[in-house]
């Protein structure tokens, strides 16, 4: 019996294992149909022989007798409906495709009128095409004239598809509009189509921008901002006062010149005399690095990048940060008796931009570099120190850092991984 029920139970999983299993197929969505009317504006009777054509493309189609069009079938979605006749103006309008369902169009064109001008090309100021936006809102700002001294008016339209189809504003008077609930990591396309008191069109060039939502870290968090563009202003919430010492400003990451510091190796250094650059045991230090290929270990001492560490420790040792052994990133602090070091496992690179972070939470510190992990989580509890925070090598002048280094951050909340990369790439 005992063979038997295995038997029965290996042919029953064998003819379990052939049947066939029912394949779930997507549903089809499908597509719907752009019919419409094109009338006078004025007399609203139906014209003839309107040339009729759509963004996204369908057909380009000619109005019949009764001013009727049919561009065919098209995928559900927005479409700005085009419509031309000689001796009119343009006219358009947005209509919304549904699957399975039959969208009507009405167009109207308004006659033109003799001598009259159309406006002047509107030029899109803000934002700069190709320009990033870091926020989910932004003002689109334009400029435009008429030669007739004419008032305008203006459609916006803000998409991400090109050209743009989706009209964000019907004719308004002002030559800026505010847009809301972006998309982080988007492309938008922007066009602006400014209309005269007479309906004559001018459309603009097309211009777009991308979204790059930078890591909302409220003011009272930023214990310190050196952006480095061209000053050694604090820009954090206390406003501190530095003292920079023969730096130099160079070119960022990006090849902006002036937008980054750089350190000779030897009397270059910025100090910010306050106590406020104290850190607690819930911090997030983070920055640009770039050293030369000359800094490691050398016969005086490690290269010390920043810190509040003096001669005499640990008696007023706080925390610093250093190049040890030529290709180690190593973050000290001392709690008045004891060390603890937070060491890089990877090896920075010499001689191009590195980023790097210093997180404690609850003190447990780790170190990041380009967004990655790259040391065991160990714990420090800095003691504070009245010693100035020294930038760019130690206080006397026994340790330095010859290299650039770009937007220093002093936040007071750990920062996890997915905002660091969020501060590091906007």
């Given amino acids: 019996m005992r063979k038997f029920y295995t038997i029965v139970m290996v042919t029953c999983l064998y003819l379990t294992s052939c049947i066939d299993k029912p394949v779930v197929e997507a549903p089809i969505v499908a597509d719907g149909k752009i019919v419409g009317y094109v009338h006078d504006n004025k007399t609203l009777e139906p014209l003839a022989n309107a040339l009729v054509s759509s963004e996204p493309a369908t057909e380009s189609v000619l109005t019949d007798s009764e001013g009727y069009f049919y561009?065919?079938?098209?995928?559900?979605?927005?479409?700005?409906?085009?419509?031309?006749?000689?001796?009119?103006?343009?006219?358009n309008v947005s209509i919304s495709v549904k699957s399975d369902k039959e969208t009507r169009a009405f167009v109207k064109l308004t006659a033109k009128v003799d001598a009259n001008n159309a406006p002047e090309l509107p030029i899109i100021e803000f934002p700069a095409s190709g320009d990033l936006v870091y926020d989910d809102t932004t003002n689109i700002v334009w400029s435009c004239s008429d030669i007739d001294g004419d008032k305008l008016t203006y459609d916006v339209y803000c998409d991400t598809v090109n050209p743009p189809i989706?009209?964000?504003?019907?004719?308004?008077?002002?030559?800026?509009?505010?847009?809301?609930?972006?998309?982080?990591?988007m492309k938008y396309y922007i066009r602006i189509v400014a209309y005269d008191i007479y309906d004559a069109v001018t459309e603009s060039d097309v211009s777009h921008f991308t979204t790059k939502f930078r890591t909302q870290v409220a003011l009272d968090d930023i214990e310190l901002y050196l952006s480095f563009d061209g000053h050694t202003l604090d820009q954090g919430?206390?406003?501190?006062?530095?003292?920079?010492?023969?730096?130099?400003?160079?070119?960022?990451?990006?090849?902006?010149?002036?937008?980054?510091?750089?350190?000779?190796?030897?009397?270059?250094?910025?100090?910010?005399?306050?106590?406020?650059t104290n850190i607690g045991v819930d911090y997030t230090i983070m920055f640009w690095i770039n050293p030369d290929v000359s800094m490691g270990k050398t016969n005086k001492t490690d290269n010390n990048i920043f810190g509040k560490w003096g001669p005499i420790a640990p008696a007023n040792a706080s925390y610093v940060f250093y190049i040890y052994n030529i290709n180690t990133f190593i973050f000290r602090v001392c709690d008045g008796e004891d060390y603890s070091s937070s060491v890089s496992t990877a090896i920075p690179a010499k001689a191009i931009w590195t980023h790097v972070a210093i997180v404690s939470n609850m003190g447990k510190m780790v170190l990041y570099i380009n967004g990655n992990m790259v040391s065991e989580i160990v714990e420090g509890f800095p003691q504070k120190s009245g010693l100035p925070l020294i930038i760019g090598g130690s206080d006397d002048g026994t340790s330095y850092f010859r290299g650039k280094l770009d937007e220093f951050y002093m936040i007071s909340q750990p920062l996890d991984q997915v905002s660091i990369k969020k501060m590091m790439n906007y």
């Fill in 71 to 91: 561009l065919g079938n098209a995928s559900p979605g927005t479409y700005r409906i085009i419509a031309t006749k000689e001796a009119y103006y343009l006219g």
């Fill in 166 to 185: 989706y009209k964000v504003a019907n004719r308004i008077s002002k030559s800026e509009f505010h847009v809301e609930n972006l998309k982080d990591s």
């Fill in 237 to 276: 919430k206390y406003l501190l006062q530095t003292a920079p010492h023969n730096i130099q400003f160079t070119e960022d990451r990006d090849g902006v010149e002036n937008n980054a510091v750089y350190f000779n190796g030897s009397t270059a250094k910025i100090s910010i005399p306050s106590d406020l």
